[in-house]
């Protein structure tokens, strides 16, 4: 059957998406999946809000194409106004997740051989959904306050690029947040070089310390900023409800994507979070996921402190669920995590091969924090540094 397949399914199925899901090892530490911590989802409001929809006078289980999702796309235009975002309701789509969002964006603006800016490194499901249409991938390198500007002025006029990924909020995997000069000037360049941006913004709304930035969509002068948002992290994965902003002609042409995708989100689920939000206190909740992920955010920093060796370095993110390891060049951590983590320490991260679309660097790794807890962070770490020093040793040999 192979030779039937269409080109694509030999592209992504070499995203290594499949790593991020859990060990059936039952001594494993995963550090391995941007999982939000299920107990911190909202579950008896979330449980009240399903009921009273199953319940209402409105059936919600029929087809309501355009219509169900109105209620709750004004609630979504509240969140970004409140966030400094001016949104109107009719320029919101309900996404399956905002994996959806990435795979319709893609199939509307990517055509084989299309440039296409990413960070370096970025995140494992964007480039598992962009290489199913075949981009000319180019990597900017990440920075500590965002991707390197000077290289990317440097691609844009030397390259025909179309289209620019970015995470400027507690980016995955690094956990690092755009400045805001460079938000303003990333507008600048693509308003210059007639680029589109995708904004990607899943952990915006979970910042521990700092101040929160104006986002990328907020400073857009010209439409050229497609911005996408969920409810997976901040309320729960299971809902597959995110959200897609874009200016009138894009958004028109995605609207056509989308149906030919899946006709509508589930409205039962579109009910169940418009009734959520409705009748109970995002904020709140919100406050309760800062505190509890800084918690944990606190004890990643104290275990990598205590017990990496000296080779190893990582980020401290003021926000989201990631921090991102780096050791020496000479080091393949793809290759100490299968001979060494894994089957001798029982602890697993994700190595930095999949997360460049060149597969070329082999020496960084993003770590979570998010769904595990303060003993597994302390023990798992510990584990991740043994085990380091003994791929060390061996590869030095």
């Given at each position: 059957?192979?030779?039937?397949?269409?080109?694509?399914?030999?592209?992504?199925?070499?995203?290594?998406?499949?790593?991020?899901?859990?060990?059936?090892?039952?001594?494993?530490?995963?550090?391995?999946?941007?999982?939000?911590?299920?107990?911190?989802?909202?579950?008896?409001?979330?449980?009240?809000?399903?009921?009273?929809?199953?319940?209402?006078?409105?059936?919600?289980?029929?087809?309501?194409?355009?219509?169900?999702?109105?209620?709750?796309?004004?609630?979504?235009?509240?969140?970004?106004?409140a966030d400094g975002t001016q949104v109107s309701p009719s320029k919101i789509m309900v996404t399956q997740g905002a994996q959806q969002g990435?795979?319709?964006?893609?199939?509307?603006?990517?055509?084989?051989?299309?440039?296409?800016?990413?960070?370096?490194?970025?995140?494992?499901?964007?480039?598992?959904?962009?290489?199913?249409?075949?981009?000319?991938?180019?990597?900017?390198?990440?920075?500590?306050?965002?991707?390197?500007?000077?290289?990317?002025?440097?691609?844009?006029?030397?390259?025909?690029?179309?289209?620019?990924?970015?995470?400027?909020?507690?980016?995955?995997?690094?956990?690092?947040?755009?400045?805001?000069?460079?938000?303003?000037?990333?507008?600048?360049?693509?308003?210059?070089?007639?680029?589109?941006?995708?904004?990607?913004?899943?952990?915006?709304?979970?910042?521990?310390?700092?101040?929160?930035?104006?986002?990328?969509?907020?400073?857009?002068?010209?439409?050229?900023?497609?911005?996408?948002?969920?409810?997976?992290?901040?309320?729960?994965?299971?809902?597959?409800?995110?959200?897609?902003?874009?200016?009138?002609?894009?958004?028109?042409?995605?609207?056509?994507?989308?149906?030919?995708?899946?006709?509508?989100?589930?409205?039962?689920?579109?009910?169940?979070?418009?009734?959520?939000?409705?009748?109970?206190?995002?904020?709140?909740?919100?406050?309760?996921?800062?505190?509890?992920?800084?918690?944990?955010?606190?004890?990643?920093?104290?275990?990598?402190?205590?017990?990496?060796?000296?080779?190893?370095?990582?980020?401290?993110?003021?926000?989201?669920?990631?921090?991102?390891?780096?050791?020496?060049?000479?080091?393949?951590?793809?290759?100490?995590?299968?001979?060494?983590?894994?089957?001798?320490?029982?602890?697993?991260?994700?190595?930095?091969?999949?997360?460049?679309?060149?597969?070329?660097?082999?020496?960084?790794?993003?770590?979570?924090?998010?769904?595990?807890?303060?003993?597994?962070?302390?023990?798992?770490?510990?584990?991740?540094?043994?085990?380091?020093?003994?791929?060390?040793?061996?590869?030095?040999?």
């Amino acid at each position: 059957m192979e030779e039937e397949f269409a080109s694509r399914v030999s592209l992504t199925s070499k995203s290594g998406l499949n790593a991020i899901y859990p060990s059936r090892d039952p001594e494993m530490i995963s550090f391995t999946g941007g999982f939000p911590d299920a107990n911190l989802f909202p579950t008896q409001e979330l449980g009240n809000s399903f009921q009273n929809v199953i319940g209402g006078a409105q059936t919600p289980f029929q087809y309501q194409i355009g219509q169900e999702s109105e209620p709750l796309r004004e609630q979504i235009s509240k969140l970004l106004a409140a966030d400094g975002t001016q949104v109107s309701p009719s320029k919101i789509m309900v996404t399956q997740g905002a994996q959806q969002g990435l795979d319709l964006v893609a199939k509307l603006l990517i055509n084989k051989g299309d440039g296409l800016v990413v960070e370096g490194p970025t995140y494992i499901g964007a480039l598992a959904a962009f290489d199913a249409y075949e981009p000319t991938y180019y990597t900017v390198e990440m920075e500590e306050d965002g991707m390197n500007l000077a290289d990317l002025k440097k691609i844009l006029i030397q390259q025909q690029v179309k289209l620019i990924y970015t995470i400027p909020d507690f980016q995955n995997p690094t956990g690092t947040v755009m400045s805001l000069a460079k938000r303003k000037q990333l507008i600048e360049l693509a308003n210059r070089y007639n680029v589109l941006i995708i904004e990607d913004a899943p952990y915006r709304w979970l910042r521990y310390e700092g101040k929160s930035l104006p986002t990328l969509k907020s400073l857009d002068t010209q439409d050229r900023v497609i911005q996408l948002g969920s409810f997976s992290k901040i309320l729960a994965p299971a809902l597959r409800l995110g959200w897609l902003t874009a200016g009138k002609g894009l958004f028109e042409r995605l609207q056509e994507l989308k149906g030919g995708s899946d006709l509508e989100t589930s409205s039962l689920m579109i009910q169940t979070v418009n009734y959520y939000l409705t009748h109970y206190d995002l904020d709140a909740h919100l406050n309760q996921l800062q505190k509890s992920y800084q918690v944990k955010r606190n004890a990643m920093m104290t275990a990598m402190e205590n017990y990496l060796p000296d080779f190893a370095h990582y980020t401290r993110p003021q926000g989201g669920f990631f921090t991102w390891l780096t050791v020496p060049k000479d080091l393949d951590l793809e290759k100490i995590q299968n001979s060494q983590l894994k089957p001798n320490f029982h602890v697993m991260m994700i190595p930095s091969t999949n997360l460049f679309p060149d597969k070329k660097h082999c020496n960084g790794a993003r770590i979570s924090f998010s769904n595990v807890t303060l003993s597994q962070i302390d023990s798992g770490i510990q584990r991740l540094a043994n085990g380091l020093s003994s791929g060390y040793q061996k590869q030095s040999v």
